[in-house]
């Protein structure tokens, strides 16, 4: 069963819209270029980032790109006398550092 998509207000639709200027970084392997293909099946774009190149792109993009990563898991009592394993946050791989302009 599927879960359906999350309903987002307007507000945060434009938000997500709103195209910023970032510097792309990756942690992981330092130096080596990001290439993917992200949006809906009716419009899949293709993104190649630089390691330290400046970009303009929507924040939904950025926000994509900086929710990848490798998880971080441990084992945790399930309180019945075994344990199990829980996911405890996420190991970023790539970082996106927002470029404010200044404003006079």
Request: hydrophobic content about 30%; aromatic content about 12%.
């Amino acid at each position: 069963m599927s879960t359906p998509m999350k309903k987002i207000s307007d507000k945060e639709q434009a938000w997500l819209d709103e195209e910023v200027d970032f510097e792309f970084y990756n942690i992981e392997e330092p130096g080596v270029d990001l290439q993917f293909s992200y949006g809906p099946s009716n419009k899949i774009k293709e993104y190649h980032f630089k390691h330290g190149h400046r970009y303009k792109q929507p924040r939904r993009v950025v926000n994509h790109i900086e929710s990848k990563g490798p998880g971080n898991w441990a084992m945790r009592p399930d309180g019945q006398g075994g344990s199990m394993c829980v996911k405890e946050g996420v190991k970023p791989r790539f970082q996106c550092k927002i470029i404010f302009a200044p404003q006079f």
